[in-house]
């Protein structure tokens, strides 16, 4: 949902800067490594400048995203391996160490029924 709603907010900012583009007459010059840019609108240089950001820190914010995914299923995993060894663990020990302890309430009983 949180992805709809940011893409929603998206495309509005879109739609206003390209309305901006169309009606502001600055233009600059951009010189790139390999190229250069003459009469450039200042608006569609702010726009693709801000969308490249965007764009970028979405793309961090997904990897970031999948990356705790996968270290949530993998400690998941972890978790219930070791509480399943924990499990048999117990179970082994409980079974060897605790003897069972007789009821002194039937004892009563079956020397009031013998005698």
Request: glycine share 6%.
């Amino acid at each position: 949902m949180k992805i709809a709603v940011t893409l929603f907010w998206i495309i509005i900012v879109a739609l206003l800067l390209g309305l901006f583009s169309l009606n502001v007459g600055q233009t600059v010059s951009i010189d790139l490594i390999f190229t250069n840019l003459e009469q450039v609108n200042l608006v569609t240089v702010i726009y693709v400048s801000v969308l490249a950001g965007f764009l970028l820190g979405l793309t961090f914010w997904l990897v970031r995203l999948i990356k705790g995914k996968k270290e949530e299923a993998r400690l998941r995993k972890t978790i219930k391996r070791l509480k399943e060894e924990m499990a048999s663990l117990n179970n082994t020990d409980v079974a060897e160490e605790t003897p069972r302890l007789e009821n002194p309430a039937a004892k009563e009983e079956e020397s009031g029924e013998n005698s």
